[in-house]
């Protein structure tokens, strides 16, 4: 007896976690992870990283990479299934104990709505029900959920594909502002900053609602969401403290909009980053590849301030609040080339910190220097 009461218990609980998973996964607007969802996503990147590893050209990691995220979720559906299934399974044999075979059948039958396996007694029949339903409504989530989730990447990639005329590829900062002067169009870099600001906000509430696509790759290999971030905030930071033109405050708001979707995004995935920085912490950007980037906009005709000292702290004060989660997230994602982003997050630069299960964030987000 207390062995049926045991295994309904903890059927009933496997039940739960499944359910809970879809809930957190699917239909709760904000950042709640499951730890199903986690160690489904987890085993499935390893397996996915282990055959991207197997070549050295990007092409070959590319591709492979690009299967990952959709393999994911599929793979998480696939686990809600056999949940359900394993759950009502222990349900059926505590409630009739006709072998492991039968209830496999009985519960199979039920959760495919198949009904080719005949249940007797009200309060099974009831059960069966429930399973049905649960089944069904697992179906009509990733329905649901795959539209949603398409949506939101295609709004993404409207930017990051046209930061490709604008700032070349692979994307460069440097390129985007040589191009902004030579098309007399620097006076118009606000209404750039202003798109992506909106585009950092897009992104960060999508990225948290539908963590896969965080790994969803864009159509060209080249091009990638961390990279495109990267550019934007390194043009923002370069226009405000090294380009001698009248100060844009909307860049200073792109670059706080974008280094807080770059935080909570790092947050739902557990990578640790200062949550405070001060304007003189060390940054992965060197004052020799700095000095390099302004004697090359120096040449090309843009006006630089006379005090480069001053503007190599002011830029370096900039990109503190943003490096490290901006280098996590691009060796995270298996990023392609591009300078002062994913070119500095390879395997032989050290692997982002992640915190423990349960460990709640220690960043707070209404701190930051720079602005």
């Known amino acids: 007896m207390l062995t049926r009461i045991l295994l309904a218990i903890g059927g009933s609980f496997v039940i739960g976690v499944a359910v809970l998973s879809a809930v957190r996964t699917v239909i709760l607007p904000r950042a709640a ?84 396996a005949p249940i007797d007694g009200a309060w099974l029949q ?39 005329v604008r700032a070349g590829s692979p994307p460069s900062a440097v390129e985007m502002l040589e191009r902004f002067h030579r098309i007399g169009w620097i006076g118009r870099l606000t209404d750039v900053w202003q798109e992506w600001e909106v585009w950092f906000a897009e992104v960060e509430e999508s990225h948290t609602t539908y963590p896969v ?54 947050d739902f995935f ?16 060197s004052r020799a590849e700095y000095d390099e980037v302004v004697d090359q906009l120096e040449q090309v005709g843009l006006p630089i301030k006379p005090d480069r000292d001053q503007a190599w702290r002011d830029f370096a004060g900039w990109r503190v609040n943003y490096d490290t989660p901006l280098l996590s997230l691009a060796e995270m994602t298996l990023a392609p080339y591009a300078p002062w982003t994913s070119d500095r997050s390879a395997p032989d630069h050290r692997q982002p910190k992640v915190r423990r299960w349960g460990r709640r964030s220690r960043a707070r987000h209404s701190g930051g220097s720079g602005t």
């Open 126 to 164: 009831a059960v069966s029900f429930v399973e049905a339903a649960l089944g069904l409504g697992m179906i009509a989530l990733l329905i649901t959920y795959l539209p949603s989730l398409y949506l939101a990447f295609s709004r993404r990639e409207t930017l990051v594909a046209l930061l490709e």
């Open 270 to 285: 557990g990578i640790e980053y200062d949550p405070d920085p001060s304007p003189d912490d060390p940054i992965s950007i």
């Open 213 to 266: 696509l965080t790994f969803y790759r864009s159509p060209q290999p080249e091009r990638h969401w961390v990279t495109a971030a990267g550019t934007v905030l390194d043009g923002a930071a370069l226009t405000l403290s090294t380009l001698d033109v009248p100060w844009q405050p909307q860049a200073a708001l792109q670059i706080r909009a974008g280094f807080l979707a770059l935080r909570r995004i790092a």
């Open 33 to 116: 992870a499951s730890l199903l969802s986690r160690a489904v996503f987890r085993t499935v990147r390893r397996f996915f990283r282990f055959i991207a590893s197997r070549r050295s050209s990007f092409e070959w990691s590319d591709a492979v990479m690009a299967m990952f995220a959709p393999v994911g979720l599929l793979t998480l559906v696939a686990s809600w299934l056999a949940f359900l299934m394993g759950g009502f399974m222990a349900i059926f044999w505590a409630a009739e104990q006709q072998g492991w075979t039968e209830a496999f059948h009985q519960s199979g039958s039920s959760l495919f709505t198949l009904g080719f």
